[in-house]
Nanobody
């Protein structure tokens, strides 16, 4: 099983990024998919979730700015991040969970003031 994130980078406040997480080795459509982030010196936090069936959920700090989506045909989950702020700076990880859970290696997002 492998989850590979991409799309991170260095942007300025107010700009946008789209993260991708490509999964292999699992029946992607059966898994709940989630984006987490971990800033330096802070605990990892759940940013957004999109279940195998159901509606997405977001942590309050990103509501209205981030959009999570998935393309089951491409085994890929996305996180569209608009109006980025310096507080969004973190390593972003994707997670797939059902009975078992799997994590990607992370992608760095840095937002300069």
């Amino acid at each position: 099983v492998q989850l590979v994130e991409s799309g991170g980078g260095l942007v300025q406040t107010g700009e946008s990024l789209r993260l991708s997480c490509v999964a292999s080795g699992i029946v992607f459509s059966d898994y709940n998919m989630r984006w987490y982030r971990q800033a330096p010196g802070k605990q990892r936090e759940l940013v957004a979730s999109i279940p195998s069936r159901g509606i997405p959920h977001y942590t309050d700090s990103v509501k209205g700015r981030f959009t999570i989506s998935r393309d089951n045909a491409k085994n890929t989950m996305y996180l569209r991040m608009n109006n980025l702020k310096p507080d969004d700076t973190a390593v972003y990880y994707c997670r797939a969970d059902q009975v078992f859970e799997y994590w990607g290696q992370g992608t760095q997002v840095t937002v300069s003031a």
